[in-house]
């Protein structure tokens, strides 16, 4: 009788699978992109932003829309931290591996680049005001060893201020929270000249549309319009504002009056809204990437699994967003999944009852 292996004895999924990414805490984390795959709709992604933070562009407010645990905001930190300041050699090192040809672009788009960046707020949104969760962010961020810059003091004190109005149920325009920002990055520009600009990415904000259409009467979406107003019109001191929902805007103003839903349409339209969903090739590259055999495989299993492969591909089953060569070797690089399987785990972890590649991996692992 032969001996039975177990397959966790050949096989593992990577560490990085196993858990979801917060912006705001994985950002300054060195080993946040450890196994991390910038997939060709990630890249695209980041492709959009560098060209809209490039000098002439108006268009720099974006939501970036799809669906729980879907990757968003995997992709959001690998951009913030391939554009960021002080830079990440390692997030720029990987997009150079990947995509040379986009690599190029952000250098060529975004002068000073190799040097210097933009200074990244990331925040993550919860059940209270938009005002609350951007003060907080934005004192943070410029309070970080990392960031933190003398001229920047003042500012900050201003910003605390604002945040204990708003805190004690005081009134707070957007426009001052919009002319913080502003003099607070040209504040630091002047000084430091290889700090490009800022780039504000506001994760989560689906929960603070639901606080604000809860109580449509603090008028609180509005200070996303004028921030990403503010951000179409920076010019040389470019502001970026990167926003990560569920769903787009009108479905959580869906109980709100036609006037109320009308002006929310008013802030939607002042985003490009860019659609998160990966591609079923994208889907199955993110399995292949994730389990790794931890020995090298028999040569009677490598057998099996190219056997599989080829009747899979005799079926017609390959991804036709995906290369015949490149279809097939991702394809064996699921194992030991067999192929019938992992080209079903798309769709059934897409279905009303998982949240996406979250369930996915946590299937896989």
Same mark, same amino acid.
């Given at each position: ?5 177990? &397959? ?42 560098? *060209? ?6 108006? +268009? ?20 913030? =931290? ?15 591996? #990947?995509?040379?040809?986009?690599? +190029? ?12 960046? @933009? ?21 943070? !961020? ?20 604002? *945040? ?8 707070? !325009? ?5 002319e913080a920002i502003q003099s607070s990055v040209e504040a630091v520009q002047s ?5 490009? $600009? ?23 979406? +509005?200070?996303? =319009? ?25 479905? *959580? ?7 109320? =839903? ?8 002042? @985003? ?5 969903? /990966? ?22 299993? /490598? ?9 899979? /591909? =005799? &079926? $017609? ?6 290369? *015949? ?5 991702? &394809?064996?690089?699921?194992?030991? &999944?067999?192929? #019938? ?25």
């Open positions: 009788m032969s001996e039975l292996t177990s &397959l966790r004895r050949i096989f593992a999924v990577g560490e990085r699978f196993h858990r979801s990414v917060n912006i705001a805490a994985d950002y300054n984390n060195p080993r946040a992109l450890d196994d991390y795959i910038p997939t060709s709709l990630s890249r695209a992604v980041l492709s959009r932003i560098v *060209y809209g933070l490039s000098a002439g562009s108006t +268009g720099r407010a974006w939501s970036i829309t799809g669906p729980y645990g879907a990757g968003k905001s995997g992709a959001v930190l690998f951009l913030a =931290q391939v554009l960021g300041y002080p830079g990440d050699g390692r997030a720029r090192t990987l997009l150079e591996y #990947t995509d040379p040809k986009l690599s +190029g672009e952000a250098y060529n788009l975004l002068p000073g680049l190799e040097t210097g960046g @933009f200074i990244v707020v990331s925040l993550v949104g919860g059940h209270e005001p938009i005002a609350w969760s951007l003060l907080k962010g934005l004192i943070a !961020s410029f309070s970080s060893p990392d960031t933190f810059n003398p001229v920047l003091e003042p500012h900050v004190n201003e910003m605390r201020e604002l *945040y204990d109005r708003a805190k004690n149920g005081g009134a707070v !325009s957007a426009s001052s929270i919009a000084t430091d000249p290889t700090v490009l $600009g800022l780039l504000l990415i506001y994760d989560e904000l689906g929960k603070a549309l639901d606080y604000a259409a809860l109580h449509p009467e603090l008028a609180d979406v +509005g200070i996303l =319009q004028t921030v990403a107003e503010l951000a179409s019109r920076s010019g040389s001191t470019p502001i970026g504002l990167v926003t990560i929902l569920h769903q787009a805007f009108e479905h *959580y103003a869906a109980d709100l009056s036609p006037v109320q =839903q009308r002006e929310w349409a008013k802030v939607q339209g002042r @985003f490009e809204d860019i659609g998160f969903l /990966e591609s079923s090739g994208g889907l199955l590259g993110l399995i292949d990437k994730a389990i790794q055999p931890i020995e090298v495989l028999d040569k009677s299993l /490598e057998s099996v699994i190219t056997h599989e492969v080829a009747q899979a /591909e =005799q &079926l $017609g089953l390959l991804p036709t967003d995906l290369d *015949y060569g490149v279809g097939r070797r991702v &394809l064996a690089g699921c194992a030991p &999944l067999h192929p #019938t399987a992992a080209l079903l785990l798309g769709r059934l972890f897409r279905s009303r009852l998982s949240q996406n590649e979250r369930s996915m991996f946590a299937f896989l692992s």
